[in-house]
């Protein structure tokens, strides 16, 4: 290999081994690594710590209860708060008098968050807030501020909007389709063609951790604890507003240590944020506030609704030649130029050699807005369109699998079709017959998933810090927030290989905005645009060592060589303890950075991955429970090998209560969410969890030095149209509308009677 640091290219070996008994697919490819950055790591480097199964580094912390969450953070002193919210849908504020609830015992500060004259725009919208000794008198103080409304007529459902399309009593859309020559030629020519519409509901955001904050004025300077998944966003934002209310904020550090999960709600330090950093201004004490569950179901955003409908053809071979959609997204009160984040993506790679056509609207509700949920906009359309292709092959006469193998594009993807077939057992499992008039019936169904990000380094160059101390310890540092995914050990890790170390001697410590800067965790990049990072700081440190080293002990740096926790130099074996004894009392300190990707192109610049799904229906009560899944997935460089699966499994486990479970209730007539709670938001439990398997795939896409993909996204894209296509295999007749609850199960199998 080239020496790094060389502009006229090294050669690496990119691609992936073959999955069981198939052919590798590698490639020779020439990379050109920037000046200083760590030589690419590729198909063939040895690797010890990265890719193992090494648990997860906060394990015992989290399960111990010795990490702190934000919920946790305390001070003496310390005041509660809580938020008054809007009882009406939509309207207009017209008064609000806070002087009796500022008079009570007890109560230290009470702002308000919107002023008479402004709009209201959804049960929960926040009015003002209050800060004081404990709970009980902040809930009395709540109950003490006045405020009126001038409340107006309100739509809650977005299907009755002035532009939705109308519904036929089976729930198709009975509107025609707007003209298209070339699609309906295709149509027209087609072998088979296929039309039906299919429809999701609004899954509200379950993290573990509600949102809330904890602020600390120390004069000027503001110290907050958020539960966040961004905590440079978060800083930016907070520095903004206060900016706004002519607050001048001297120092403002922003802490998220550790997160009980965001799942894309978390971005935002959010109105309950910002009302936390102003209570605690006025009341001159920390103040700590945290939303309640019934607030996270109502005022943190959430997956929309979606109505979509699609008509396809295909040849005498099984080959899509047309390919027609639209979709309706319901997104709450922030549509502007009929986009609010209700889109609805469809998968592209099936459909390459058809004519195509993708239209979507947003139609606004006085609810409140989507909000990014894990894979925004991919559960819902991936659910429809992968069900539609299995109720088109079954028109067609062939089976669901061989369809996907006739159509997709994707040559990574055919390698795990294939794969996770042969694993999952496809075939024997979607040829057993169940018995004629049984009670319990199976099923089994296949979806697709594809994500793109291969984590691009963002505005600033992201920072990772590492320090070698003199007893041997090693420190790595970034201010960006591990949600819970890893993060802390994907840096373990990566570091503990750079330095042939044993992982225990690696600490890492995330979540602090005073450490250099890393990205807020969206859209499954945080790892590929850290991992480069990590690994850039852990190759400057071994490199001031060696110098050091060499420097001590007469030999030439170049000689020095680490392995397996020992360092040698100049012929001279000295046990990494020893080695670092020399670093005297200030330890190494570098800070690595992520470099751009390089300037050729990736193996693959998608992710990839598919799901099986076993179900069984009971048919006399409709209940659907999942027996198994399995799932194949690309993860770019695997590197927590354990925590990879987690990712994996917990997004099945997701996909399933999505598919099953989950459905926002509003009542139309108030606007008020009828089951914000955990009694009657129904999500699934650990009684319902099935036999869950997953093969992730080590792809190296030769992008970076350190080529890891996310997979916050990733795996959440199969699991509920999986389902969907078991609960078809198993019952003979599709289920269009999610969640698949018993009454639509029983619908379907007395439509099907008929
Ligand atoms: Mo994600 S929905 O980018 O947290």
């Known amino acids: 290999m080239t020496a790094p640091g060389h502009r006229d290219g090294v050669e690496i070996t990119v691609g992936y081994r073959g999955l069981g008994t198939q052919p590798d697919r590698l490639e020779q490819r020439t990379v050109a690594p920037a000046a200083g950055d760590a030589p690419p790591w590729d198909a063939n480097t040895p690797l010890r710590a990265v890719g193992s199964d090494h648990d997860r580094v906060d394990g015992l912390a989290k399960a111990s209860g010795r990490a702190k969450y934000t919920s946790d953070v305390t001070f003496p002193g310390l005041l509660q708060a809580r938020i008054l919210r809007s009882p009406v849908a939509r309207g207009t504020l017209t008064t609000l008098e806070l002087d009796a609830a500022r008079a009570l015992p007890g109560i230290a500060a009470v702002i308000a968050l919107k002023q008479p004259g402004q709009r209201v725009r959804f049960v929960g919208d926040a009015i003002a807030a209050v800060a004081g000794t404990d709970l009980h008198r902040v809930r009395d103080a709540l109950e003490a501020i006045r405020a009126d409304y001038a409340a107006e007529p309100h739509t809650v459902d977005y299907l009755q909007h002035e532009d939705a399309p109308a519904l036929a009593a089976d729930g198709s859309i009975a509107d025609a389709w707007p003209s298209s020559a070339s699609v309906e030629q295709a149509l027209a020519a087609a072998a088979q063609t296929h039309e039906a519409t299919y429809r999701t509901e609004v899954q509200t955001h379950s993290s573990l951790e509600s949102h809330g904050a904890v602020a600390k004025w120390n004069g000027d300077d503001l110290e907050v604890w958020c539960s966040t998944q961004a905590t440079f966003g978060v800083r930016g934002e907070l520095a903004r507003a206060l900016r706004g209310q002519r607050i001048d904020v001297g120092t403002l550090t922003v802490h998220a240590e550790f997160v009980g999960g965001g799942f894309g709600s978390k971005f935002g330090a959010g109105i309950e944020g910002l009302a936390c950093c102003l209570l605690a201004r006025e009341a001159k004490a920390p103040v700590k506030l945290m939303l309640d569950r019934f607030e996270e179901h109502t005022t943190t955003g959430n997956r929309p609704a979606a109505l979509l409908q699609?008509?396809?053809?295909?040849?005498?071979?099984?080959?899509?030649?047309?390919?027609?959609?639209?979709?309706?997204?319901?997104?709450?009160?922030?549509?502007?130029?009929?986009?609010?984040?209700?889109?609805?993506?469809?998968?592209?790679?099936?459909?390459?050699?058809?004519?195509?056509?993708?239209?979507?609207?947003?139609?606004?509700?006085?609810?409140?807005?989507?909000?990014?949920?894990?894979?925004?906009?991919?559960?819902?359309?991936?659910?429809?369109?992968?069900?539609?292709?299995?109720?088109?092959?079954?028109?067609?006469?062939?089976?669901?699998?061989?369809?996907?193998?006739?159509?997709?594009?994707?040559?990574?993807?055919?390698?795990?079709?294939?794969?996770?077939?042969?694993?999952?057992?496809?075939?024997?499992?979607?040829?057993?017959?169940?018995?004629?008039?049984?009670?319990?019936?199976?099923?089994?169904?296949?979806?697709?998933?594809?994500?793109?990000?291969?984590?691009?380094?963002?505005?600033?160059p992201h920072g990772i810090q590492c320090r070698i101390h003199q007893d041997g310890s090693v420190e790595v540092r970034s201010g960006a927030q591990d949600i819970g995914t890893g993060l802390k050990t994907v840096m373990v890790l990566i570091t503990a290989d750079e330095l042939a170390i044993p992982p225990a001697r690696v600490t890492a410590v995330t979540g602090h905005t005073g450490d250099p800067s890393g990205p807020g965790s969206g859209g499954s990049t945080t790892t590929p645009s850290l991992a480069p990072a990590v690994r850039h700081a852990a190759f400057l440190a071994r490199q001031e060592l060696a110098a050091l080293l060499a420097k001590d002990l007469g030999a030439d740096a170049a000689q020095v060589a680490?392995?397996?926790?020992?360092?040698?130099?100049?012929?001279?074996?000295?046990?990494?303890?020893?080695?670092?004894?020399?670093?005297?009392?200030?330890?190494?300190?570098?800070?690595?950075?992520?470099?751009?990707?390089?300037?050729?192109?990736?193996?693959?610049?998608?992710?990839?991955?598919?799901?099986?799904?076993?179900?069984?229906?009971?048919?006399?009560?409709?209940?659907?429970?999942?027996?198994?899944?399995?799932?194949?997935?690309?993860?770019?460089?695997?590197?927590?090998?354990?925590?990879?699966?987690?990712?994996?499994?917990?997004?099945?486990?997701?996909?399933?209560?999505?598919?099953l479970h989950e459905q926002r209730i509003l009542d139309r007539t108030t606007g008020r969410m009828l089951n914000g709670d955990f009694l009657r938001y129904k999500i699934l439990g650990s009684e319902d969890v099935p036999e869950l398997?997953?093969?992730?795939?080590?792809?190296?896409?030769?992008?970076?030095?350190?080529?890891?993909?996310?997979?916050?996204?990733?795996?959440?894209?199969?699991?509920?149209?999986?389902?969907?296509?078991?609960?078809?295999?198993?019952?003979?007749?599709?289920?269009?509308?999610?969640?698949?609850?018993?009454?639509?199960?029983?619908?379907a199998l007395a439509a099907r009677r008929q």
């Open 310 to 460: 699609l008509r396809a053809g295909v040849d005498a071979d099984g080959k899509l030649t047309a390919w027609d959609v639209r979709s309706f997204g319901g997104c709450g009160f922030n549509v502007e130029k009929g986009e609010g984040g209700g889109n609805v993506a469809v998968p592209d790679y099936y459909t390459k050699g058809a004519k195509t056509r993708r239209k979507h609207l947003d139609l606004a509700t006085d609810t409140d807005p989507a909000r990014p949920m894990r894979a925004p906009g991919y559960p819902q359309g991936w659910f429809g369109a992968e069900l539609f292709l299995d109720e088109l092959a079954a028109k067609a006469g062939i089976d669901p699998l061989e369809f996907r193998l006739r159509n997709d594009r994707d040559t990574m993807r055919l390698d795990q079709w294939r794969f996770g077939a042969e694993r999952f057992g496809w075939a024997e499992a979607r040829a057993r017959r169940n018995e004629p008039g049984a009670r319990l019936v199976r099923g089994v169904g296949l979806a697709s998933a594809r994500w793109g990000q291969l984590g691009n380094p963002g505005r600033q």
């Open 562 to 659: 680490f392995g397996d926790g020992t360092v040698t130099v100049g012929g001279r074996a000295l046990s990494w303890a020893d080695a670092c004894k020399r670093i005297g009392p200030n330890p190494i300190d570098v800070r690595g950075k992520r470099f751009p990707n390089y300037d050729s192109e990736p193996f693959s610049a998608v992710v990839c991955g598919c799901q099986f799904a076993e179900v069984e229906v009971d048919t006399w009560t409709g209940l659907v429970r999942v027996v198994r899944m399995f799932g194949v997935q690309d993860c770019g460089l695997v590197i927590a090998k354990k925590l990879a699966e987690s990712q994996v499994l917990g997004a099945m486990l997701q996909g399933i209560s999505y598919a």
């Open 693 to 747: 398997g997953c093969h992730l795939m080590t792809v190296h896409n030769g992008h970076t030095s350190t080529p890891a993909a996310g997979l916050g996204e990733p795996p959440s894209v199969a699991a509920p149209a999986a389902v969907a296509n078991a609960v078809f295999h198993a019952l003979g007749a599709p289920v269009r509308h999610l969640p698949i609850t018993p009454d639509k199960v029983l619908a």
